[in-house]
């Protein structure tokens, strides 16, 4: 009925468990005239369809509809669906499919198919899987007419990774649409613990709330974690470690999410997945290409694994896994790239008042001296803001000797121990020569405020 892995469980092959709350949820938006599944490769979608058919004592009928990967003819999808409800009647000849003619006529078709779920009062079921893979602009149009015109005894379950360009809003105005979305496929932690359990899994709490965390609920990375998790002599080392770089992980998001895409969403992924989160402008820095911001709101509408931060929806980040993957295949395919994509995004975060993130890039260009310097100009304003525990892990950042002889590090060390109370454990005149850059033999920079303002203290 739906594409299922056939393999019998075991420690390699994670069984099922019953995730009762959603599928109520899927029960009662099956109420609706039409139900929309829309989520991410490996979010459960399929599974949740076959758990509830199997479901005991449904009474209904039930036409599915397996969409073949890039169908882009609509006559094969027309006869498809017309052949599912004709099989799910028990019409005479259910088991040929109907055969292609050239006077096709997408209208007719469609027309043929409302004919057929009309002819019959039973309660129906018309289920449509991987629709995302149907590019026919043809087909999408006459199947947005056949939803509004559903007989009353006639529902449709639509199951696909991206939204589609199916017009649906008169439906949703009429409450006659019901959608589960990525957010009401995520496991839950509760329901992490018992797959892990199901599996054979024994972890600790907080390893199992350590994968929820990584995987975000992930169906797909979920399974793929047990399957590496059987084999593991140290489970809870390897969940501590456990990434989008992992192997198993890594194969699967090639081949569903990355490799999908075309080359510039491809570049743009890579290139920007070196940042905690990105927003148009500073996508469009780092490819050397405008246009960024609508390809990551076509990435979100897609449920890429693409997160908008903000109601307005100019700032994204990537899933956990996935930014993994992303930054492991970065440094594959751009290597000598790397450093300079970080300066860009140091300066880009400078001139907008994102210190601690453009130190953290100008780190990882392997800029020390730069990096300290930009510590060292900041380091005061990061205190009064209350980050002298940042200044601590920025300081902690710096390898032994990476920096060049030169106030910058202990300025700014001096400053975040001024901010711990490290005045205590010093002479008053240590303190005044650790804090006055003019003991260094440098000229002072009036301009610098964090410089400035540990004069300021130093004075005081």
Same mark, same amino acid.
């Given at each position: 009925m ?7 469980p075991? %420690?390699a092959?994670p069984?099922?468990?019953q995730r009762?709350e959603? @599928?109520?949820?899927?029960d009662?938006?099956a109420?609706?005239?039409?139900t929309?599944?829309?989520a ?6 399929t599974?949740?369809?076959?758990? #509830?058919?199997?479901? $005991?004592?449904?009474?209904y ?8 990967r ?5 006559q ?7 052949g599912?409800?004709?099989k ?5 000849g259910?088991?040929?499919? $109907?055969?292609?003619? $050239?006077?096709?006529?997408p209208?007719a078709?469609?027309?043929r ?11 129906t ?11 026919s602009p043809?087909?999408?149009a006459?199947l947005?007419r056949?939803?509004?015109k559903? %007989?009353p ?6 199951a696909?990774r991206?939204s589609?360009?199916l017009?649906l ?5 009429a409450?006659?649409l019901?959608?589960?979305r990525?957010?009401?496929? +995520?496991?839950t932690?509760r329901?992490?613990?018992e797959?892990?359990?199901?599996s ?6 907080a390893?199992?709330a350590?994968l929820?965390q990584?995987?975000e609920g #992930?169906?797909?990375?979920l399974?793929?974690a047990a399957?590496s998790?059987?084999?593991?002599p140290d489970?809870e080392?390897f969940v501590?470690?456990?990434?989008g770089?992992?192997r198993?992980?890594a194969e699967?998001?090639l ?6 895409q ?7 992924l ?5 940042l905690?989160?990105?927003n148009g402008? /500073? ?24 997160v ?5 929806r100019?700032?994204?980040?990537y899933h956990h896994?996935?930014a993994?993957?992303?930054? @492991?295949?970065?440094?594959?395919? /751009? ?5 300079t994509?970080?300066r860009?995004?140091a ?6 008042g994102e ?10 260009a ?6 300290a310097r930009?510590?060292?100009?900041? !380091?005061f304003?990061?205190t009064?803001?209350g980050q002298?525990q ?5 300081? +902690? ?13 202990p ?6 121990e001024?901010a +711990?109370?490290g005045w205590?454990?010093r002479p $008053?005149?240590?303190r005044?020569? !650790?804090l006055?850059?003019?003991? !260094? ?6 301009s610098?405020?964090g410089?400035?303002?540990a004069?300021?203290?130093?004075g005081?």
């Amino acid at each position: 009925m739906f594409r299922a892995d056939h393999r019998e469980p075991g %420690p390699a092959a994670p069984r099922l468990i019953q995730r009762g709350e959603l @599928l109520a949820s899927l029960d009662r938006a099956a109420q609706a005239k039409v139900t929309l599944i829309s989520a991410p490769a490996g979010s459960g979608k399929t599974s949740l369809l076959r758990a #509830w058919a199997d479901g $005991p004592g449904q009474p209904y009928r039930l036409a599915v509809v397996q969409v073949q990967r890039d169908q882009q003819d609509s006559q094969q999808f027309w006869l498809a669906v017309l052949g599912a409800i004709r099989k799910a009647n028990g019409t005479p000849g259910e088991g040929e499919q $109907p055969a292609a003619t $050239p006077g096709f006529s997408p209208g007719a078709i469609a027309d043929r198919v409302l004919a057929e779920l009309a002819g019959h009062r039973d309660r129906t079921f018309l289920v449509i899987d991987d629709l995302h893979e149907l590019t026919s602009p043809e087909a999408l149009a006459q199947l947005t007419r056949l939803l509004e015109k559903l %007989p009353p005894h006639v529902h449709a379950i639509l199951a696909t990774r991206r939204s589609l360009p199916l017009r649906l809003h008169k439906l949703r105005l009429a409450g006659d649409l019901a959608e589960i979305r990525t957010a009401d496929l +995520r496991f839950t932690q509760r329901e992490t613990r018992e797959f892990l359990e199901a599996s054979g899994i024994a972890l600790s709490e907080a390893g199992a709330a350590q994968l929820h965390q990584r995987t975000e609920g #992930w169906a797909a990375g979920l399974r793929l974690a047990a399957i590496s998790l059987a084999s593991r002599p140290d489970p809870e080392r390897f969940v501590a470690e456990f990434s989008g770089s992992n192997r198993t992980v890594a194969e699967y998001l090639l081949a569903e999410m990355l490799e999908y895409q075309p080359d510039e969403v491809q570049q743009l992924l890579l290139r920007t997945s070196l940042l905690d989160r990105v927003n148009g402008e /500073l996508a469009d820095l780092l490819t050397g290409h405008p246009g960024s911001e609508r390809i990551l709101l076509d990435l979100e509408d897609a449920n890429a694994f693409v997160v908008s931060l903000d109601p307005a929806r100019t700032w994204f980040r990537y899933h956990h896994l996935f930014a993994d993957l992303l930054r @492991l295949e970065l440094r594959r395919r /751009l290597p000598e790239q790397v450093p300079t994509l970080h300066r860009l995004a140091a300066g880009w975060l400078t001139e907008h008042g994102e210190v601690v993130d453009a130190i953290r890039h100008t780190q990882a260009a392997g800029d020390w001296s730069d990096a300290a310097r930009l510590l060292a100009d900041h !380091s005061f304003g990061l205190t009064l803001d209350g980050q002298a525990q940042t200044i601590q892990t920025l300081l +902690r950042a710096f390898p032994p000797g990476a920096v060049t002889e030169g106030p910058d590090i202990p300025l700014a060390r001096a400053t975040s121990e001024v901010a +711990r109370g490290g005045w205590t454990r010093r002479p $008053p005149t240590d303190r005044g020569r !650790s804090l006055d850059r003019r003991d !260094s033999g440098r000229p002072p920079a009036p301009s610098r405020g964090g410089d400035r303002g540990a004069e300021t203290v130093a004075g005081a």
